[in-house]
């Protein structure tokens, strides 16, 4: 067993399926473009790597894993994954058969098809970490106005406010290697494409937490994404910020302003993405995740969780800080008390 970071470490964003593209069998080009097409479109065969991150999380003292659907992952298979290894992983869903049936265009886009399956998905108690990757959508199919996607939003999130569960909002650019990707998966319109939208729907649904997923650094080091983060987190007390993707530099900001601090932060590394760690000596940043199109597609499990705990240890912060962004604020926002072997592990005071 790896030393661990804190007393219960949760890694909050963890894909544990991956996709086999097969490209020497389909004679397609294997590069990031369409990689991503393939995925999106269901084209991939889609297996369990519970293996590798088992491995993984032996060796980096990662206690839980929130496990996410993203691309063509199946909430199937993580609910399975759930019963397997009920002290291990929690899920979240996103209705991933009936959006991917809609992409592939076997069926209609249709939200309350949408909300009929997430209620059922979260009524079998395998997805308690609620909704995401992001809200399930359609974008990237046709143009929306933001009052026509909100209105979708607001019935998506009604079903989270029913079960009482937490709902995941994308942030962040598409790594480079995607190309044209912001057009094909939605991008440049609505939430995808701006984190300021969250206001709307967080002064909606105060009493269902937010969670910025990547909170505005999904790859490549532009922070512009970021600060709207911010912004949002500061404002709505629902609203939280996924950090496991931040260099060291980026945990600077929130930790200082009293509106957000270490309460409103989620360890979530994105483990399981093919995005490497680039390299460049003396730059600012020296390393950060983003994909090389030169290189190509990797083939070896790329090191989420030592690249991000190294970005923690340079933090001169209290234990019981750091402990509450690597655990203890998951264990509050995804109600995992049941999952931690004792009381009174994190930080919390008697006040008058």
Not at 154 to 164: D, G, L, S, T
Not at 209 to 230: K, S, T, V, W
Not at 308 to 325: T, W
Request: charged content about 25%; glycine content about 10%; proline content about 5%.
């Amino acid at each position: 067993m790896g030393i661990a970071r804190g007393r219960f470490v949760i890694d909050t964003h963890v894909h544990v399926q991956r996709q086999a593209a097969k490209f020497q069998k389909t004679g397609v080009k294997p590069e990031y473009a369409k990689l991503a097409e393939m995925m999106t479109m269901g084209e991939v065969d889609v297996f369990k790597n519970e293996g590798r991150l088992l491995y993984d999380m032996e060796r980096y003292g990662v206690d839980m894993c929130i496990i996410i659907p993203a691309f063509s992952m199946t909430d199937e298979i993580n609910g399975e994954l759930v019963k397997q290894y009920p002290n291990k992983f929690v899920a979240q869903c996103g209705a991933t058969d009936y959006v991917m049936k809609v992409k592939q265009g076997k069926e209609k886009w249709s939200v309350p098809r949408v909300c009929e399956e997430l209620d059922r998905l979260l009524s079998t108690g395998l997805y308690r970490a609620g909704i995401g990757e992001g809200i399930p959508n359609n974008l990237g199919s046709k143009q929306y106005v933001w009052k026509e996607r909100f209105e979708e939003i607001c019935q998506i999130m009604e079903v989270a406010r029913k079960h009482k569960v937490a709902v995941g909002y994308h942030t962040g650019m598409l790594p480079s290697g995607y190309l044209g990707g912001r057009m094909f998966f939605g991008i440049s319109q609505n939430e995808w494409g701006d984190p300021l939208l969250c206001h709307d729907i967080a002064t909606k649904y105060p009493d269902v937490p937010i969670i910025l997923q990547h909170g505005g650094m999904q790859g490549a080091p532009y922070e512009h994404y970021m600060d709207r983060c911010f912004e949002v987190a500061a404002a709505h007390s629902n609203v939280y910020l996924e950090t496991g993707m931040y260099y060291a530099e980026l945990y600077e900001k929130p930790l200082r302003d009293p509106n957000i601090g270490c309460e409103k932060l989620l360890w979530g590394t994105d483990w399981g993405a093919s995005i490497p760690v680039q390299w460049r000596p003396g730059g600012y940043p020296s390393t950060y995740f983003d994909q090389n199109k030169r290189d190509g597609l990797p083939l070896h499990q790329v090191d989420y969780f030592g690249w991000s705990l190294r970005q923690l240890d340079k933090l001169d912060i209290p234990q019981d800080d750091l402990n509450l962004i690597l655990g203890g604020n998951a264990v509050r926002v995804f109600k995992l008390e049941d999952k931690v072997p004792h009381k009174r592990l994190f930080k919390e005071y008697l006040k008058a």
